[in-house]
């Protein structure tokens, strides 16, 4: 079974343009999430999505959005892009999340360079 | 709300030797603990969860925490290290309240391994 995929791997903007990542969650999986990656600052979650329905939204501005597809793919758009938003964005996905009967899988991130 | 603290951002040790990383929780009851590692360039992939029941927990690639309410601590251990273990540590945690949950995760701890 094909693991979390996320494209592109990397990705370098200049302040003010926007960007658009991908994931496509293993197939079956109807859980998607999103993680910021900063040194010192750990994972922050971003938001979740379960069957095209975002559950839950990290503190983060409005410029980072997201939505997932019918068949569970998921995208997170980030606009008028600041320097500190470089990092590693990470994307899960899991049957359905609930944290005791599951457990995340990672795609290995979209590293994105902000100059 | 809930939050983790892992006090140690980088730990050397000696190939062999034994291994003890800190993770420190916050939250109003029993929650749900995690350890997860992450290689170099990879994603997240889960060591081993807590949920209930015997407080010492044994996951992958050797590794085992114990989970410690009086100290509200979840700390992981390897009695012999490997160097292939150098990767990067992150205790989460997630209330126990049902239905979806947010998974809160430390700012990690750095391992590195010497010869």
């Known amino acids: 079974k094909a693991g979390v995929t996320q494209t592109p791997r990397y990705l370098i903007k200049t302040r003010g343009q926007q960007v658009t990542l991908s994931c496509s969650p293993i197939?079956?999986?109807?859980?998607v999430s999103w993680y910021q990656q900063t040194p010192g600052q750990g994972l922050q979650f971003l938001f979740e999505y379960f069957s095209e329905t975002q559950r839950n939204k990290g503190n983060f501005p409005g410029r980072f959005s997201g939505r997932q597809f019918s068949n569970s793919r998921s995208e997170m758009n980030v606009s008028t892009l600041e320097l500190g938003d470089s990092a590693l964005y990470l994307c899960a996905s899991s049957l359905a999340w609930t944290a005791k009967n599951e457990k995340l899988f990672f795609g290995s991130g979209t590293q994105l360079s902000v100059l | 709300a809930q939050s983790v603290t892992q006090p140690d951002i980088h730990i050397t040790v000696s190939e062999g030797a034994s291994l003890e990383l800190r993770c420190n929780y916050s939250?109003?009851?029993?929650?749900?603990l995690f350890w997860y590692v992450q290689s170099p360039g990879q994603g997240l992939q889960l060591l081993l969860k807590?949920?209930?029941?015997?407080?010492l927990v044994q996951g992958i690639k050797g590794f085992e925490a114990e989970f410690k309410r009086s100290q509200s601590s979840f700390n992981l251990r390897k009695p012999s290290v490997h160097w292939s273990d150098a990767a990067e540590y992150f205790c989460a945690v997630a209330p126990n309240s049902g239905g979806y949950q947010k998974v809160t995760f430390g700012t990690g701890t750095k391992l590195q391994v010497i010869p």
């Open positions: 939250y109003g009851a029993t929650p749900y």
């Open positions: 807590y949920f209930s029941g015997d407080t």
């Open positions: 197939s079956g999986h109807r859980s």
